[in-house]
């Protein structure tokens, strides 16, 4: 039986806290049960990328790890929206 993957994207606007990580887990769930693949692309938490330029500008905003910084935002809300379909038992890559 070959598995449809689906693609969902998760921006700023659905994710603005992280009490929202549990309607996004929901959401792939739903996906998941009826045999589906998800492959999700997961935004930084509402405000998050700004916070993280405006320390870019307080600190020095040129060079090379001004976007190691930036990925921050990503990186922090993909992993919790992991754990949080580790819990649920989904099979999780990040």
Not at 19 to 37: C, F, K, L, N, P
Not at 39 to 61: K, M, Y
Request: proline share 1%; charged share 20%; glycine share 10%.
């Amino acid at each position: 039986m070959q598995h449809e993957t689906l693609i969902l994207k998760f921006g700023s606007s659905v994710l603005r806290t992280d009490t929202d990580v549990t309607a996004v887990v929901t959401e792939i769930y739903r996906h998941w049960r009826r045999g589906r693949r998800v492959a999700a692309v997961i935004s930084a938490f509402q405000g998050r990328t700004d916070q993280l330029v405006s320390l870019a500008e307080h600190v020095g905003d040129t060079g090379r790890s001004l976007g190691a910084l930036l990925g921050v935002g990503e990186i922090e809300s993909s992993a919790a929206v992991a754990l949080g379909l580790e819990r649920a038992g989904l099979p999780t890559r990040l």
